[in-house]
């Protein structure tokens, strides 16, 4: 089968990387996503493990249209039957963007009122649509002229990943965690994130560090409904839980990760969000401002996800970088520095010179993702 797996702009060529990994044959990259072929097994690889993937969708038919009506003929020609039941429930949330639409919502009106008019055709029975617990859900893209209807696998996006139990202000996604870590090249020594918010890096971090598949703690996918699918999708639970046996981290978890923040609520979250991990001993969380803060061992990796609103003055975010960088190269020396932000005219004034550079993005900003080495 052929089967998509979705991420975030930029992070296309690491998605890449860490699906082979995996033993998934990759096909082809293109905008935002990472078209994969392989058995049945490969997709549930895909969904129990991929840090990266924000969603895996199956396709059953792309075509090319001129208006909303043939999107509606074309979509009713489908054999729903191989995917639903009459009596069977489903949702449809959709990507547009074309010109052919005035509003984004009626090309999933019209697939809607195409499945729908198929059954009632062919059975006497409309199916419902559930926006909170469908039997089926359904991926709608349409890119100009051309349209693909998927099912979605997943559900809930896969930066859910089950263990979070607490959020903070502006909590970072999942998976943009743990691309930065990824990207950082960060795989054992101490790890601090002095603004640690609800703790996302550094769980991220600990669930690479230790080898565990990124769903672990995550016991619902859309997947587990395929019942009603043709052989070759119907879900199989055998073969599930072969992957998951796989899949499983062995050994006694290790590595030190050092989280610091200036807000009360943030450490309680993060204490919270790392509970069902059962390793208090490897972690390490104190209320502190990170300008009077000192390294806690004498060599590590720093990553920092500073403040970026972009209703701070440009001037008061200068100062503030500054004020970063001067702290940095004092009381982090012997530690790499890894910087995340929106705000790139402010990075600039932090003071050291970058040696790696990425570019990535937190929804529409384009972020800054840059290594400092601060010598001893």
Partial sequence: MEFVATT????????????QQLGI??????????????EKKDLYKALHSSFLSLRILVPVEKFKIQNGEELYKRA?????????????????????????F????????????AICDYFVDSTGVRPDIDQEDPDLLINLRVSERFVTISLDASGEPLFKRGYKEKGAMAPMNEVLAAALIKASGWEKGPLLDPMCGSGTLLSEAFLLHNHYPAQYFRDDMAVFKWNSMAPDLSFDQALWEEVQLEQQPEGEASGDFFGSDEQPRAIDAS????????????????????????????????????????????????????????HCKEAYKGWTIWIFTANYDALRKIGMKPSKKWIFFNGPLECRFHKYEVFA
């Fill in 271 to 326: 204490e919270a969000n790392v509970e069902k991990f059962n390793a208090e001993d490897h972690f390490h969380f104190a209320l502190k401002d990170f300008f009077t803060s000192s390294a806690p061992t004498p060599r590590g990796t720093l990553i920092m996800n500073p403040p970026y609103d972009e209703r701070m003055p440009l001037d008061e975010a200068a100062t503030f970088y500054r004020a970063i960088g001067n």
């Fill in 8 to 19: 975030f702009k930029n992070l296309e060529p690491l998605l890449e990387e860490e699906l």
């Fill in 25 to 38: 044959f990759v096909a082809r990259s293109q905008s935002r996503a990472v078209v994969c072929k392989g």
């Fill in 76 to 100: 009713k020609k489908i054999n729903w039957e191989q995917y639903l039941n009459a009596r069977d429930s489903f949702a449809i949330h959709a990507s547009v963007h074309s010109q052919l």
């Fill in 102 to 113: 005035n509003h984004s919502k009626y090309p999933v009106y019209r697939l809607k009122d």
